[in-house]
């Protein structure tokens, strides 16, 4: 019954089961609850927990990179951007934590030449992602520590 009022419980009084209202402070009936004003439901998570941490940190998304993450950071467009990690697959999960992350437009992102596509570019910005992440957190050493290689 999942719209069962919150103050309504079931109680047992010699061996009889009766609703009571834990807001009224008495024995109610079902039709009482139904038209009762105070009427309160529980309310629902609509994600698991789990889920909804890392939608949270996906949202709360941040650079050392780049401070702006509203334009392209290769070609300074401002439409489609596209919040791209430097260190992506097995380590995207940290790069998101340590805020290795890069605006880039769709055309810069996935398109012929784009970080995806573009061996150069991409090793580019797991170089850069790396050399931030040395000044801001610790060594080479913490860095393949965490990341499980290094890419310098
Ligand atoms: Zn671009
Ligand atoms: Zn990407």
């Not at 650079?63 to 919040?83: E, M, N, Q, W």
């Not at 797991?126 to 890419?151: M, N, P, T």
Request: a positive charge; charged letters at 30%.
């Amino acid at each position: 019954m999942n719209n069962k009022c919150i103050h309504l419980k079931y109680r047992t009084k010699k061996g009889q089961r009766y609703l009571y209202c834990s807001l009224k402070k008495s024995a109610v009936t079902y039709d009482f609850c139904r038209e009762c004003t105070d009427k309160e439901y529980k309310q629902y998570k609509p994600i698991r927990k789990r889920t909804y941490k890392q939608a949270k940190r996906e949202k709360r998304r941040f650079s050392i990179i780049y401070p702006y993450l509203d334009k392209c950071c290769v070609c300074g467009a401002k439409t489609g951007i596209i919040l791209h990690e430097c260190i992506y697959g097995r380590n995207r999960q940290n790069s998101i934590k340590y805020g290795l992350v890069i605006p880039l437009c769709v055309n810069c992102h996935t398109g012929t030449n784009g970080v995806h596509n573009n061996y150069e570019l991409d090793s580019y910005y797991h170089k850069l992602a790396q050399c931030k992440w040395e000044q801001v957190y610790g060594d080479r050493y913490e860095f393949i520590k965490v990341f499980g290689k290094s890419w310098l």
